[in-house]
């Protein structure tokens, strides 16, 4: 089949925009978190006690004061609404130039940032959109890092269409990963972000077997053992598998919504509070532009193919493969203590989403691990106002190094 190009400069009809954004998402069980919080009800009436029973009760409010009023407790409320007001009519748009794509295959594109300097090829999540690494103009790391004597590339996952909705975690590393590596000329240094971390390892031992072409491997916020924070999550994961499949088998995708959803429930009222923040900051400083930025790329989000969907929800949090050694790629465990290369760990201190714990067990297995620790949260570390300092010189001069 012909490969099919995507013209990035044509904004979808579901892209972010002014009076058109649908964030935060799902926006009703946002709604429904922040009046349970406001009304001081209890984390336990929540449908989704039983999956997350460990983690909701110490998330939920304190009971309001004696003394405290109606008015007192609805206000909370209307800063809510009206930071969701503010954002959802905030004048931003994203509108970078995008680069050349040097490859594409389906809906897949390998984008070239230019400059001069070892290859680096990006390797992001298959869950959100990969421009989290070229957010905005004055925040790509991308960008940046073509500026410091390196030639970074992009791997833009696309979004799942009919091929793609049939792909396991095999069929992207060992299939599209290793196709789009190969179009690069010359030693490439892989670096993923998140999930993306993952595929980079198994595709960077892939390729060290092989006898070459990966130089080093960095990977940023990436998970490994996914009980050593809570080790009752695979039993909790494993009672809404059965809910999951229905979804699975109704559109060969995770939808959009499910997966934040899930998210959401890591930390419940963590979306109301920094839309009351949001609610009371200048709107004309730089702070606010990026948190419209952010808030959008995280409202655009991708579903996740079926098998991907079964692998790493029944696999990596069920039953904790990674950790155990027991994640194959095209039949082959993905053990990190085999890597000989190089490699860099960005564990960010204040992440909720991967928590450290679980980024750490990685690094311990790599025989050649450089790890930082950056101040900062899982997005903030690679796309917020200090992730030049946090993340992007840190690791151009660990490149630089090699």
Known sequence: MRPRRICRMTPRPEAPAPLSRRGPRPLMLHLGLAWMKSSSLSAGSLNWNSIWANSLPQEAPAPAAPGMTLEEILRADRALIAGIAAYRSAAYVRQLPAPPAMWTEEETQLLDYGGNGPAVLFVPSLINRAYILDLMEDGSMLRFLATQNLRPYLLDWGWPGQVERQFSLT????????????????????????????????????????????????????PWDFHAADPSLGQR????????????????????????????????????????????????????????????????????????????????????????????????????????LPAFCAIPARDRLV????????????????????????????????????????????????
């Open 171 to 222: 069929d992207y590393i060992a299939g599209r990963l290793e196709r789009a590596l190969a179009a690069i000329s010359g030693p490439v240094i892989l670096a993923g972000y998140c999930m993306g971390g993952l595929l980079a390892l198994a595709a960077a031992l892939r390729a060290q077997q092989a006898g070459g072409k990966v130089s080093a491997l960095a990977m940023f916020a990436t």
């Open 237 to 340: 994961i494993g009672e809404v598998m059965p809910a999951v499949e229905m979804m699975l088998q109704f559109s060969g995708t995770l939808p959009i919504d499910a997966l934040n959803t899930l998210f959401t429930m890591v930390d419940p009222y963590g979306v109301g509070d920094k839309y009351r923040d949001f609610a009371a900051q200048d709107k004309t400083q730089p702070r606010a532009r990026r948190f419209v930025a952010m808030e959008d790329w995280l409202a655009d989000g991708v579903p996740l193919a079926a098998p991907v969907a079964r692998e790493t929800l029944g696999g990596w949090y069920v039953a904790n493969t990674p950790a155990r050694t027991q994640w194959r790629v095209a039949g082959q465990a993905v053990d990190p203590g085999e890597l000989t």
């Open 355 to 402: 928590p450290a714990i679980s980024a750490q067990a990685l690094a311990a297995r790599l025989p050649r691990a450089t790890v930082i620790q950056p101040k900062a949260g899982h997005i903030g570390m690679v796309a917020g106002t200090n992730a030049e300092a946090a993340l992007w010189r840190p690791f151009a001069e660990w490149v630089r190094g090699l």
